[in-house]
């Protein structure tokens, strides 16, 4: 069985991304999950970016305290 969406085969014991999450590849649906807002799911893609299982992902840009101005 492949992700429906990378096409990446599932299951494999070499490959820590390719964890079944119904169909989907976990590389792909962490991703998705952390854009969407997941905080653990984004935790999670961040430390597998940082031992470099995700060359091709970018953090998204932190969002700045709202600045305090006006001084
Ligand atoms: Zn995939």
Redesign the pocket.
């Known amino acids: 069985m492949n992700?429906r969406?990378?096409g990446?085969e599932l299951g494999r014991e070499d490959d820590p991304l390719s964890l079944d999450c119904g169909g989907?590849?976990w590389?792909?649906i962490g991703e998705i999950e952390a854009e969407m807002g997941s905080e653990s799911s984004l935790a999670r893609v961040r430390e597998e970016a940082a031992q470099g299982l995700r060359p091709s992902w970018k953090a998204p840009a932190e969002q700045p305290p709202s600045a305090t101005t006006g001084h």
């Open positions: 992700c969406i990378c990446r989907d590849c590389g792909c």
